[in-house]
């Protein structure tokens, strides 16, 4: 669990730096489509916005208990688990701002951005998992009971 904690928590600390310069990229990005007045477009900018600086003070914690010398513990799953959902969402926000153009170009960093999202809630444990950890490590809920096998009375 050690492991698994400094893995998942080991970037936190200055992961938002990346989610705050695309943010600032779409900002001009919606510009360029005079789509700033859009009252939706702008709730979702502020939406992404807040959870960018979520992102960094989840950072400024983490980095705070490196400093004293604390394991990440399984709290990091909740890192994992928002910066992937973050991606994702984002992703598709931006892929329907830009409309038709999302589809013109491969090679476009928006586009790459929304594909490679795709599979940033399955690696490193997949966002259900996460909530487990969460759940029963971090909240004390009990263990999720096994599943049913087959032949077995449910």
């Not at 705070?64 to 992937?84: I, Q, T, Y």
Request: charged content about 25%; hydrophobic content about 40%; proline content about 5%.
């Amino acid at each position: 669990m050690t492991t698994l904690g400094n893995e998942r928590g080991g970037n936190a600390t200055t992961q938002h730096v990346q989610y705050t310069k695309q943010f600032w990229r779409a900002v001009d990005l919606v510009r360029k489509y005079d789509r700033d007045k859009d009252p939706l477009v702008r709730q979702d900018l502020a939406w992404a916005y807040t959870h960018c600086e979520i992102m960094r003070f989840q950072g400024l914690r983490i980095l705070s208990e490196v400093v004293s010398r604390k394991e990440p513990g399984p709290a990091s799953a909740l890192n994992k688990m928002f910066w992937s959902e973050y991606a994702q969402r984002f992703a598709e926000i931006i892929t329907n701002l830009r409309g038709a153009d999302a589809l013109i170009d491969e090679d476009d960093a928006w586009t790459q951005s929304f594909l490679s999202t795709r599979s940033v809630t399955i690696w490193g444990g997949t966002a259900q998992v996460q909530r487990n950890i969460v759940g029963e490590r971090v909240l004390g809920l009990p263990k999720e009971p096994p599943a049913a096998t087959p032949g077995s009375a449910a």
